[in-house]
Nanobody, 124 residues
């Protein structure tokens, strides 16, 4: 099992930036992909970005492309989410995820492990 601990959330004004971190421990050698998801009040959890540990390939949700950057530090077993040009609609609890896989037919995601989440609040 992979354990994930997020940090870096907080309150920021619109247009500002935050960087989230996700430290992985446990059976990290068995993990291939890491991702970030978010859940706003009253909404379902949604995909934000993913990155592969080995090659660093990335993929983003349309809503954050060009503003957010996912990266990883293999030596530290840590994944980051740099969030720039933040908008009030980015307000959510952000979750780190180990090995997220999207079902092509249902568009649903399955995840091997979740972090506890970190709150990001963007004021207007």
């Amino acid at each position: 099992q992979v354990q994930l601990v997020e940090s870096g959330g907080g309150l920021v004004q619109a247009g500002g930036s935050l960087r989230l971190s996700c430290a992985a421990s446990g059976r990290t050698f068995s993990s291939n992909v890491m991702g970030w998801f978010r859940q706003a009040p009253g909404k379902e959890r949604e995909f934000v970005a993913v990155i592969t540990w080995s090659s660093g390939h990335t993929y983003y949700a349309t809503s954050v492309k060009g503003r957010f950057t996912i990266s990883r530090d293999n030596a530290k077993n840590t994944v980051y989410l740099q969030m720039n040009s933040l908008k009030p609609e980015d307000t959510a609890v952000y979750y780190c995820a180990a090995d997220p896989v999207r079902n092509g037919s249902t568009a649903q995601w399955t995840v091997r492990s979740w972090g506890q989440g970190t709150q990001v609040t963007v004021s207007s």
